[in-house]
C-alpha cells in the first residue's frame, strides 16, 4: 500500500502559485470583485537545469523493460529498456509533507486531460487567498500540461499522476501535492511509450515501494552519439 507522509491532503496533483500569478474567480461569482490578473503560464521562463534534461543511460537493474522506475530523492524518472538502458528524464515531486512511495501502475491516460481540483486542494488555497475553478478545460494553460498518466493501486485511482507541466522551472524541484510533473516534451516522449498496464515503481519516504535494485551509471555515450 502506499504510505503518505503526515498532512498529505488528499490531492494528488497541485497547482503551483507564483507570487505573480493569480487565477480568475469563478463564473458566478461576486462581480464587483476586483478582477484578477491572470498570468499565462505557457509564457514563464522555459529554463531547465542540464542535469534534468533528457537522456540515454546505462542503468542496471533487475526490473523488466517497460517499467517505470520514479526515483523522488534524485528527481529522476527511468524507463527501464532492457541490456542495462534507460531513458532518464527529469521530474518535479512532492513538496515536503507530500511525499509518497509504492508500487502502482498506468491505470488511465489522458491526451491535453481536463482538470477537476479536489474539493480539499480548492480549499486550502482558498485559504491563502488564491482562488482555482473547480473545473479547467485541457490546454496549454491547463497543470496537466499536455499529457497525463493517471496512476492505479488495486484497480482504483490513487489521485497521483504523471503529468506535463507549462512551469518547466519546477523540475528538480519539491512543489506539487505528490504528483510527478514532466516537461510537456518529456511527458508526451513517455505517453507514447509507457502503455496503460505499465508498472511503475515510486521510490521516496516509507519505503513502501520495498527493495528496488538500480544503479545509474551515467551517459550512454554510445547510444546518445549514434542513436540505438
Known amino acids: 500500500m502506499i504510505k503518505l507522509m503526515p498532512g498529505l491532503a488528499a490531492a494528488g496533483l497541485v497547482l503551483s502559485l507564483m507570487s505573480t500569478s493569480v487565477f480568475a474567480a469563478p463564473a ?21 537545469k542540464p542535469q534534468f ?73 482558498a485559504a491563502k487567498g488564491h482562488i482555482i475553478p473547480a473545473f479547467q478545460e485541457g490546454g496549454e494553460d491547463n497543470p496537466l ?20 507541466t507549462n512551469q518547466p522551472w519546477t523540475i528538480g524541484l519539491n512543489m506539487s501535492s505528490g504528483c510527478i510533473r514532466m516537461m510537456n516534451e518529456d511527458v508526451m516522449h513517455l505517453y507514447g511509450r509507457a502503455p496503460v498496464g505499465t508498472k511503475v515503481i515510486v521510490i521516496g519516504p516509507g519505503n513502501k515501494q520495498g527493495k528496488v535494485a538500480f544503479e545509474d551509471r551515467g551517459i550512454d555515450v554510445l547510444r546518445t552519439m549514434f542513436g540505438g
Open 145 to 164: 500540461g499536455a499529457r497525463a498518466m493517471y496512476l492505479y493501486q488495486g484497480g482504483r485511482d490513487t489521485i497521483f499522476r504523471i503529468h506535463g
Open 28 to 48: 458566478g461569482s461576486d462581480n464587483t470583485q476586483r478582477p484578477a490578473q491572470i498570468v499565462r503560464v505557457a509564457q514563464m521562463p522555459k529554463y531547465v
Open 53 to 125: 534534461k533528457r537522456k540515454k543511460v546505462r542503468l542496471v537493474t533487475t526490473e523488466a523493460a517497460g517499467t517505470v522506475i520514479i526515483d523522488t530523492n534524485n528527481k529522476y524518472l527511468y524507463l527501464v529498456e532492457g541490456n542495462n538502458r534507460a531513458t532518464r528524464y527529469g521530474i518535479g515531486v512532492g513538496r515536503d509533507g507530500f511525499g509518497w512511495s509504492g508500487i502502482v501502475k498506468i491505470g488511465r491516460k489522458a491526451e491535453w486531460p481536463a482538470w477537476t481540483p479536489p474539493a480539499e486542494m480548492r480549499r486550502r488555497e
